[in-house]
């Protein structure tokens, strides 16, 4: 009798052991016998789920595939959250770079599910920074969402590379000056400080910003 009878919790645990494997030490180097044995099934009931180990791939990488969601706040506060966050994951000692570029990394093929799977991610993931530039009213929203989801990715690089966990502050602080200069006006708490006091920047004249 199966150790975990609903069929979904299996599939569920599978997943998790994926999850914990593929990311903490890379899907090359992870064989699906070794995710079976992590939650004692065996690979013949796996592979009843996952009929092949880049199934198994394409399920981890949707699984970790959460899109952001929008809210009533203010815009240039929730993109200069993203960067908080990021500093969160840079704390935690598990952190091991973003999952999406690390598993095209590794296949190394162009053709692999997984690659549409991460430009979808990272797509998203600047669609949802141009959303947010355009409801502020800056000059550029498109270019300037480019920008953001660069400084993203960089600081990620140069905490995985370099053992930078400063990064994502770094970045952020790049991200505040880019939207100043596109013609955003930031609230006084996420404006530059000068002097140790917080300044709310001024719209650009001829900013496009409109009444929220």
Known sequence: ?????????????????ADRLFYRRGIRAVGV??????????????????????ALIVAYLQRRFTPLEISDSDPAEQILAAFDRLQKAFASRSFR??????????LGEPRHEAGRIAMAFKEERRAWF???????GVAHPDRLATQLAMLLDGAIIAAVVRGDRTA??????????LLQADGAALAAANATSIGG???????????RRRAR
């Open 1 to 17: 009798m199966s150790r975990w009878p609903d069929p979904e919790i299996t599939q569920e645990r599978i997943l998790q052991a």
């Open 33 to 54: 016998d070794a995710v079976a044995a992590e939650i004692g099934i065996s690979k013949r009931t796996l592979y009843n789920y996952y009929p092949s180990k880049d």
């Open 97 to 106: 770079g973003c999952p999406f570029v690390n598993a095209v990394a590794e």
């Open 130 to 136: 141009r959303e947010l530039a355009s409801r502020l």
């Open 168 to 177: 994502a502050q770094a970045a952020k602080d790049a991200a505040r000056i």
């Open 197 to 207: 006091k917080a300044e709310a920047a001024a719209p650009r004249r001829g900013s």
